[in-house]
């Protein structure tokens, strides 16, 4: 059984950058793509971010490109998601999830970290 533990979330100010990781237990993270997801109250899970096993492939939702990267350190079963340039609008829980393969589509992942808290002040 594959668990998934999201950190680094916290309260920034607009323009201030946040780091979260996602630390992979159970197997080794070089067996999954990992996917960033984003819940803001009263909407849905929407898609951030997603990187390949072994790294090659990103995709990333439009409104965070150039702001948001994906990257991953098998060595040490964790991905990350690097944000900078945070706008109000970001804030939300955020979720990493792990499938064998690049997933765009909450539904297509089994495994959820619990999430955390990121809150961009303006």
């Known amino acids: 059984q594959v668990q998934l533990e999201e950190s680094g979330g916290g309260l920034v100010q607009a323009g201030g950058s946040l780091r979260l990781s996602c630390k992979v237990s159970g197997r080794r993270l070089n067996n999954y793509a990992i996917g960033w997801f984003r819940q803001a109250p009263g909407k849905e899970r929407e898609f951030v971010a997603v990187i390949s096993r072994f790294g090659g492939t990103t995709n990333y939702v439009d409104s965070v490109k150039d702001r948001f990267i994906v990257s991953r350190d098998d060595a040490k079963d964790t991905a990350y998601l690097q944000m900078i340039s945070l706008k109000p609008e970001d804030t939300a829980v955020y979720y990493c999830?792990?499938?064998?393969?690049?997933?765009?589509?909450?539904?297509?992942?089994?495994?959820w970290g619990q999430g955390t808290q990121v809150t961009v002040s303006s």
């Open positions: 999830a792990a499938d064998r393969y690049i997933q765009l589509k909450a539904k297509e992942y089994d495994y």
